[in-house]
């Protein structure tokens, strides 16, 4: 098993920024990609960032590109998500997962095993 553990949500006005981390405990050997989703009020959960645990490779959802920064610091078996430039359309809680796969351009939450509690961000207009 792997436990997932985010904080750094909050509230923010638009254009501020935030960064969320995302500590992992448990068999973390048994993992190969983190993930960022995002689940706004009312809709599904959407893919926002990857990252492969061992050597670093991102990949990110076209609506983040240049604003959102993933990166990890396997020392600290944390992965982080810088939020910059961030607008309401943003506002969402924020989850952290973690996939057996070695695929990091998987988009669906279904490609990933471990998921944490989730954490709030909104962005106020």
């Known amino acids: 098993q792997v436990q997932l553990v985010e904080s750094g949500g909050g509230l923010v006005q638009a254009g501020g920024s935030l960064r969320l981390s995302c500590l992992a405990s448990?068999?973390?050997?048994?993992?190969?990609?983190m993930g960022w989703f995002s689940q706004p009020p009312g809709k599904e959960r959407e893919f926002v960032a990857s990252i492969s645990w061992s050597g670093g490779s991102t990949y990110y959802a076209d609506s983040v590109k240049g604003r959102f920064t993933i990166s990890r610091d396997s020392a600290k078996n944390t992965v982080y998500l810088q939020m910059d430039s961030l607008k309401p359309e943003d506002t969402a809680v924020y989850y952290c997962a973690a996939s057996r796969s070695r695929t990091i351009t998987a988009r669906s939450p279904d490609e990933y095993r471990y998921w944490g509690q989730g954490t709030q961000v909104t962005v106020s207009s």
């Open positions: 448990g068999r973390t050997y048994s993992v190969d990609t």
